[in-house]
């Protein structure tokens, strides 16, 4: 197995809901890996050596737009990355900077990297908070979501997983996310890799670790088992 890398994009904006726990989480699950992070102002490293893993979490409004200006350069080298089935992890509206475009509540517009076809629309006057419990390939998923847009348009064919309880990709969706190859997006933020620790493994193996051992797997297999009960109990809101 050749040594894994893993690039954070720029982490001194994108850990909005303390979301590099993930980061943290898979430093602790692959001990030989190299992290690497990458600041708003350096040259990504995958633009100049193969990376095992994107990672990018959410971020501020203001702090998207900078950030679709630091990656459209690179737009031509993220889709080739995500044509080799590079793995991609991008959590809360970090996913928003690779769509068609951002809407503002008076219609201007912030061109994304258009890698989706799909657009958001922010309304910053109403934060939608809810729970998620999803499947992805006979995974169970569980999350939280905690934002002030949605993403809009036809996501059946490239949707992350797809919903049991909650929304999707906007209210009244049952489909969450963007889905490519190994490139994965959701809008859920927070420890999403620490909550679902099977997913965490089929992510890990994708990377090319044959039988991937998490770290704490005991501890975290029985959280994940407690949460989950708690949001298949038909009584638990979920927003």
């Known amino acids: 197995m050749s040594e894994i890398k893993i690039e954070v994009l720029y982490p001194e904006y994108a850990n909005l809901f303390g979301d590099l726990m993930n980061i ?28 095992s893993m994107i990672y ?3 971020m ?17 080298q993220i889709q080739n990355c995500i044509d080799k089935n590079t793995v991609f992890l991008l959590t809360g509206n ?4 690779f769509e068609a475009y951002i809407e503002n509540e008076d219609k201007s517009r912030i061109n994304g990297l258009h890698l989706f076809s799909t657009y958001a629309k922010r309304d910053m006057f109403h934060r939608y908070n809810s729970l998620i419990l999803g499947e992805y390939k006979g995974i169970t998923l569980v999350g939280f979501k905690a934002q002030f847009s949605h993403s ?10 797809h ?14 996310g963007l889905h490519k190859n190994n ?54 809101r979920f927003k």
Do not use: W
């Open 183 to 236: 490139f994965f997006g959701t809008y859920t933020v927070g420890p999403f890799l620490v909550e679902n620790p099977l997913f965490t493994k089929y992510l890990i193996k994708q990377m090319g670790v044959q039988n991937p051992v998490l770290a704490f797997e005991s501890s975290i297999m029985k959280a994940y088992q407690k949460r989950l009960t708690e949001f298949q109990n038909p009584k638990l």
């Open 24 to 51: 943290h989480y898979l430093e602790k699950c692959i001990p030989d890996a190299k992290i690497i992070y990458t600041g708003l102002n350096d040259t990504p490293a995958f633009t100049k050596e193969e990376v």
């Open 94 to 97: 970090a996913m928003e900077t």
């Open 152 to 161: 809009y348009g036809d996501n059946r064919n490239c949707y992350f997983y």
């Open 60 to 76: 501020t409004e203001h702090q998207q737009e900078l950030v679709i200006q630091a990656l459209f350069p690179y737009k031509e």
């Open 163 to 176: 919903v049991l309880r909650g929304d999707g990709l906007h209210p009244g969706s049952l489909l969450e």
């Open 56 to 58: 990018m979490g959410p």
